[in-house]
Structures are given as structure tokens and as C-alpha cells.
């Protein structure tokens, strides 16, 4: 089994409402919830102490003893857990390639963009608005294969990644020319 690096402070990014989905999804039954701190549940001998607050002092440490027992259960990694449960990681930076642009929208400067970055060990398609510089710049990328970074919220709905509010966005030029960064008061 592949262990989570001990960082747990990515533990807080996931949502106790997306786990209790996943858990009645995969047979878990709640055996008991104390007030709206914590929930058990139990499948096969397995016991998971499931944080409900997000405020609570040892929500990421006691999340990511959710992950380590679900990895157990399920004879799967760590990360690919931690992937089917992540729902959000702000200010987030990714390395992408560019690989659809959609049409400029017409009373602006802006469209659709997708990336496809490595997201929790795995190549991922990620949505994403852009505007003004930002846009152009995505053109450049996408018509000299050049990749990006760019940094904003990342949610995860539905299975689909989508980057909020980016900002930051800049060319992995490997001509040997400097990077070209946007202007950050164009987003």
C-alpha cells in the first residue's frame, strides 16, 4: 500500500458530506453520531470515526485516519482514496497543457479553456475560464504546445475538475526565453 506523505493538512480540503456519500455508496452502515462532531461507521470489522466540523482542532489528522482505513479496507493506495474524496484545494497552482479553447465570448475578451494537469497522481481534464491576457496567453500555449501554470480554486463537482478564479498564469517556455507571466490585476 502507498502511504500518504505525513502533510496532513490537505486532509481539511475534504468535505464530510462527500465521505458520507462514499461511505452508503460502499456498504458502510452509521452505527452511531455523536451530536454533529462525529459519526462511526462500521463495515466487516472495520471502524471508521468520520469528523463532521471542519472547525474541530483534529479534523485533518482524524480525516486522514478515514483515508488510511478506507486504503486498508479496500486494498487500494492512499491517493486514490484521497482523489475519490477531494471535493476542493484553494489556491492551488497546476502544471497543464492547453488542449481545447473554447470560442471568445463576444462582448469580451474570454472563453472556456481546458487543461489536462496531473491532479492526485493522475492526468485530469480541468475547466477554466480565462480572460483578457490570461486568454491570450492560453492561445499561445495551445498553438506552440507550451505548458502552463496556473494557479486558482480547484472543486471537484460531480467527477469534473474546474479551477476558479484563476490567476497567476504563466508560459513554460522552453525556447530559452523568460517566462511570460500575466498581469495580476487582469483577473
Known amino acids: 500500500m502507498i502511504a500518504i506523505e505525513p502533510h496532513v ?4 480540503y475534504i468535505d464530510p458530506h462527500q465521505v458520507e456519500t462514499y461511505l452508503i455508496a460502499h456498504g458502510w452502515v452509521q452505527q452511531q453520531q455523536t451530536g454533529d462532531k462525529a459519526s462511526i461507521w462500521l463495515l466487516d470489522g472495520f471502524e471508521i470515526l468520520l ?7 483534529d479534523f485533518s489528522r482524524r480525516m486522514g485516519e478515514v483515508v488510511e482505513t478506507l486504503a486498508l479496507k479496500e486494498n487500494r493506495s492512499q491517493i486514490e ?3 475519490d474524496l477531494i471535493t476542493n484545494a484553494p489556491n492551488t497552482t497546476i502544471q497543464g497543457v492547453v488542449t ?7 462582448d469580451n475578451l474570454s472563453g472556456e479553456v481546458t487543461l489536462l494537469g496531473v491532479i492526485v497522481d493522475k492526468l485530469r481534464p480541468i475547466y477554466t475560464e480565462l480572460t483578457d491576457r490570461n486568454y491570450i496567453l492560453a492561445l499561445k500555449a495551445y498553438q506552440e504546445r507550451l505548458p502552463i501554470y496556473c494557479t486558482g480554486d480547484l472543486i ?11 490567476h497567476h498564469l504563466s508560459l513554460d517556455n522552453t525556447n530559452g526565453h523568460p517566462n511570460l ?6 483577473h
Open 156 to 166: 471537484k463537482d460531480n467527477n469534473t475538475f474546474v479551477l476558479k478564479n484563476p
Open 51 to 57: 469528523p463532521l466540523k471542519p472547525e474541530i482542532i
Open 9 to 12: 493538512e490537505k486532509f481539511q
Open 181 to 186: 507571466k500575466s498581469n495580476p490585476s487582469s
Open 81 to 83: 482514496i484521497f482523489s
Open 100 to 106: 481545447q479553447i473554447a470560442t471568445p465570448n463576444a
